[in-house]
């Protein structure tokens, strides 16, 4: 009886000066009460279905980072689910919880050895799960990994490309300068490749009319012969490449290197003489500055006589 009396005794204590204890009896299977200076948690696991994918995670670790969980998790027991399902994406979820439960000693080790790219996904895919559930922590570190990343990840794959753009202007209240540097660093993707239309499919996908017009701008200098031949152009693609091209002719003295071909009923396009990267850029830079980012995208849908289209 007096060691029963004595484990009541220090069990009382060790709650009383926030430590943990069981909360009934001795099994392991049993909640945890975690005592921190203002309140307590029940530390239940919770199982939760992402796009198929199972995970049991820690209630707590979910709370702590996420003001989100934190309140769905303070529902009454009988309004959840036993499965809590989540319309995400399973890898970015993946990660999210990978940043939640990893040790110093794991961060330190996946810095050191982890490929910049591998980084900048696992990045990327943090800050998009970060942000959705308002944990800004993670989220705050994930941006600015991108930032310190995004000129060390070399040639991004499309996928990644499109996630990033479309999460860049709901990142901006992380790091303001964040949409800039994502636009810089595709616009520069855009003049390094050898196949622009992909790139204008991205865009068109991303119904992103800045980046179209970029890509459009750089497909005007692919050779005739490609231009002819490429097969995802659709019908009104090639008209829009024959509107910019004739309303860049405006600014003749700047983009002389551009002209159109109206030999042959396919309207193709091409240059002269193949410019430099500054010379074929100067011509969209100022067109940049006379239109504005946000109209720019009337280069290549308004009618050079001045009459707004349809395209």
């Known amino acids: 009886m007096g060691k029963g009396k004595d484990r009541k005794k220090r069990r009382r204590n060790v709650l ?3 430590g943990n204890v069981l909360e009934h009896g001795d099994s392991w299977d049993q909640p945890i009460l975690d005592r921190t200076e203002h309140y307590f948690y029940e530390d239940w696991t919770v199982e939760m279905e992402v796009q198929g994918q199972r995970f049991k995670v820690s209630k707590l670790r979910l709370s702590a980072e996420s003001p989100v969980f934190a309140t769905m998790f303070e529902l009454p027991t009988e309004t959840l689910n036993e499965t809590v399902v989540l319309h995400n994406d399973p890898d970015e979820f993946r990660d999210f919880l990978w940043y939640i439960h990893s040790s110093h000693s794991e961060f330190a080790d996946y810095l050191a050895n982890c490929s910049a790219v591998k980084q900048f996904r696992r990045a990327l895919n943090i800050a998009r799960i970060a942000h959705f559930y308002e944990a800004f922590t993670a989220a705050t570190w ?8 995004l000129p060390k990840s070399g040639a991004a794959d499309v996928e990644t490309m499109k996630k990033l753009r479309s999460f860049a202007n709901r990142g901006s209240d992380i790091h303001a300068e964040l949409p ?17 239309v992909r790139w204008l499919l991205v865009a068109r996908d991303l119904k992103d009319e800045y980046l179209q017009a970029y890509a459009y701008f750089h497909i005007l200098f692919l050779p005739d012969q490609d231009l002819r031949a490429e097969s995802r152009l659709t019908d009104l693609d090639r008209l829009r490449l024959y509107v910019g091209s004739a309303n860049l002719r405006r600014y003749e003295s700047d983009c002389d290197c551009i002209v159109m071909d109206h030999s042959d009923s396919c309207r193709s396009y091409h240059k002269h003489d193949a410019p430099d990267e500054l010379a074929s850029l100067r011509p969209f830079l100022k067109l940049k500055d006379v239109y504005g980012e946000e109209t720019i995208w009337e280069i290549f849908t308004r009618s050079p006589i001045g009459l707004t289209t349809s395209l």
């Open 180 to 196: 800039g540097m994502v636009q810089s660093y595709w616009c520069a993707e855009v003049r390094s490749t050898k196949d622009p």
């Open 142 to 149: 994930a941006v600015n990994q991108l930032v310190a990343l």
């Open 16 to 18: 009383e000066h926030g």
